[in-house]
T-cell receptor, first 117, second 114 residues
């Protein structure tokens, strides 16, 4: 079974600064996806960024980027130029790729990020 | 294109009562998932459907939990004889071929069992 570990329950960052959230996972699979989801207070979960395991290039979405280290089974999220709206719970998640349609998500426990003005 | 909707958003019930939650996926999304999220934890997978077929239900927490998607559109999750330990946020997500790796989540139903 796959497991996802987020070792930082809470983090804070000053507005406009950069912060990195950590995630490690355990799997024997070779073909999978990794995700970071954001859950703002009292609002629904939204996808921040996705990484395909077969791609060596790290995914980037505007101010959000990942550092994917497949051998180390590490998948960290870097948020640049932090904004107050980035305040949220951030979940790292794993999905095994199977044909025809993948598996449900396995989530970590989350990291609560507070952006301070 | 409206997002995933869930109803009700909040439910308070007494122990022993039955509750039913509804999820309406994004139109044309043929796959629908149910997750449970307890305080301080990440979502935990419960069950999922492709069209009206329930593809996995072994992860439902007990036989008090059941789910349906009778016409391949909306889905319901029922909990019978609720217990205080059932208090949680119940999340629904949907996706479609060939983008099964993009799940869109609803706002959730928060259940409180007193």
């Amino acid at each position: 079974a796959q497991t996802v570990t987020q070792s930082q329950p809470e983090m804070s960052v000053q507005e406009a600064e950069t912060v990195t959230l950590s995630c490690t996972y355990d799997t024997s699979e070779n073909n999978y996806y990794l995700f970071w989801y954001k859950q703002p207070p009292s609002r629904q979960m939204i996808l921040v960024i996705r990484q395909e395991a077969y791609k060596q290039q790290n995914a980037t979405e505007n101010r959000f980027s990942v550092n994917f280290q497949k051998a180390a089974k590490s998948f960290s999220l870097k948020i640049s130029d932090s904004q107050l709206g980035d305040t949220a719970m951030y979940f790292c998640a794993f999905m095994k790729h199977v044909y025809p349609g993948n598996t449900p998500l396995v989530f970590g426990k989350g990291t609560r990020l507070s952006v301070i003005a | 294109d409206t997002g995933v909707s869930q109803d009700p958003r909040h439910k308070i019930t007494k122990r022993g009562q039955n509750v039913t939650f509804r999820c309406d996926p994004i139109s044309e999304h043929n796959r629908l998932y149910w997750y449970r999220q307890t305080l301080g934890q990440g979502p935990e997978f419960l069950t999922y459907f492709q069209n009206e077929a329930q593809l996995e239900k072994s992860r439902l927490l007990s036989d008090r939990f059941s789910a349906e998607r009778p016409k391949g559109s909306f889905s319901t999750l029922e909990i019978q004889r609720t217990e205080q330990g059932d208090s949680a946020m119940y999340l629904c997500a949907s996706t479609r071929e060939p983008f099964f790796n993009e799940q869109y989540f609803g706002p959730g139903t928060r259940l409180t069992v007193t």
